[in-house]
Each structure stands twice: as structure tokens, then as C-alpha cells.
């Protein structure tokens, strides 16, 4: 996995057909996604229960790119190694989700995933400042985690302060929670490179009639990129 800034799409498979996941996670890919991001719900973090490392093992032969892993869930560390042996190139645990965010962060890295730090609407920049050495990606709520299909809570001061705080450390910024054109090129202009999107990847389409994924994605691309 290369570090660069570019605005990658990574569509949540929360919003594709249970049913058909492999032929999802293909189909996204071939029309255009960057990464594929994966939401780890466990109904008492967050309000869902979603899926677990044996569905993101199931669906690793079929994704050709990076395996973007959320982790909703709480306590993290004992699932870290079980979300690695089953493929996430990058494990994101809620900096609210336990109290040593330090060691879990270090647990991931160890078990040979990239890092992934997420912070809800209500927690401020400054709760990862002294994670930045050992991150590889913060993730910015701007939605309350839990359930897809939210309404975008605009959170660019925090994204903004985050881009300053990072300088020129190999982090990515990314934004999960409401992503469409109107919001992309928002949080885009304030420093986010990764964009999470769900039904706003996934309407109009399915495996059988993939065209509308592709068109979703570069509509949402092309909204980010044009404040660059």
C-alpha cells in the first residue's frame, strides 16, 4: 500500500447486496473503486450488528485492492489479529471504543496492518495529537456510527485542524458518513483524501447492472477533485 494524496473512493459494503458480497466487492472495483471499506458493527459500541472477520475472509479473494477494516467495536485488541489473518490491509479502531487507543495502535502495526484511528462527531482533533507517529490513517465521523444512510454532519474545522496537525506525515484523512457530490468536494477542500460512501456508491445499480456504481463513483470523485 503506496501513500499518496490522491481522492480515493472506498465504498461501504454496508450498502451492497448481503447476499452477494464477492460479486459486490468485484463489482465496485471493476467500476472504479479505490478501496473497499468494510463496517464492523457489534451492537454495543454502536447500535448494529454487521459482520466479522469470517465475512471479511470470505470476501478477500475477491477484492484486488485495499480491504479497508472499521472496527465499530469495543473492546478492540482481542479481534485485531483476527481481522489481519483474514486480509484488512487497514484495521480502524474508535479512539472512544477503549482506554489504551496507544497500545491498540501498536497491537495493529504489529499484527501487520496499517493503522487506522477514528474519532465520532463529538470527539475533538486534539484526542489523536499524540498518535500521529504510530497512525496511518484518522478517520472522521460526520455521521453518528451505526447505521448507513445518515445525514452528513459537517465537520470541516476538525478536518482542517487535523490536515495542520499531520504536516507532511504519511496520513490519510478519511471521511465516513453522508459522502455524496454535494458533501465530497466539502470535506475534499478541508484536506480528506479517502471518501467512505455508501448508498451514495451503491443506488441504481446491483451486480447484475454494475454501470450506475461506476457512474456514482466518478460523480463523486469528479465533485472532490474540482476544489483541488
Known amino acids: 500500500m503506496s ?9 461501504s459494503i454496508l450498502a451492497a447486496d448481503f447476499a452477494n458480497f464477492g460479486a459486490e466487492c468485484a ?5 472504479g473503486a ?3 471499506h468494510v463496517d464492523v458493527m457489534d451492537g454495543h459500541f454502536v447500535p448494529n450488528i454487521t459482520f466479522g472477520p469470517a465475512t ?5 479473494p475477491h477484492i484486488k485492492g485495499v480491504m479497508d ?8 485488541d482481542s479481534y485485531i489479529d483476527a481481522f489481519a489473518d483474514a486480509g484488512a490491509d487497514v484495521i480502524t479502531a474508535h479512539v472512544e471504543a477503549g482506554p489504551h487507543i496507544h497500545r491498540t495502535l501498536q497491537a495493529i502495526r504489529g499484527a501487520g496492518a496499517k493503522a487506522g484511528v477514528a474519532l465520532n462527531p463529538g470527539t475533538p ?9 504510530m497512525t496511518d490513517l484518522i478517520c472522521v465521523m460526520t455521521v453518528n456510527p451505526g447505521f448507513g444512510g445518515q445525514k452528513f454532519i459537517d465537520m470541516t474545522t476538525k478536518i482542517e485542524k487535523l490536515r495542520q496537525m499531520i504536516g507532511d506525515r504519511p496520513i490519510h484523512i478519511e471521511i465516513d458518513g453522508g459522502v455524496d457530490p454535494k458533501t465530497a468536494p466539502i470535506v475534499a477542500a478541508a484536506g480528506a483524501d479517502v471518501l467512505v460512501a455508501g448508498s451514495a456508491v451503491f443506488r441504481g445499480g446491483s451486480v447484475q447492472n454494475p454501470a450506475p456504481y461506476g457512474e456514482n463513483i ?3 470523485r469528479a465533485a472532490a477533485q474540482s476544489v483541488l
Do not use: G, N, T, Y
Open 3 to 11: 501513500f499518496d494524496r490522491s481522492i480515493k473512493i472506498a465504498p
Open 27 to 31: 463489482a465496485i472495483e471493476a467500476e
Open 34 to 36: 479505490d478501496w473497499v
Open 56 to 60: 471479511c475472509a470470505a470476501i478477500r
Open 69 to 76: 477494516v472499521h472496527l465499530m467495536i469495543s473492546p478492540v
Open 125 to 133: 482533533a486534539e484526542s489523536v495529537e499524540h498518535l500521529l507517529d
Open 218 to 220: 466518478r460523480a463523486i
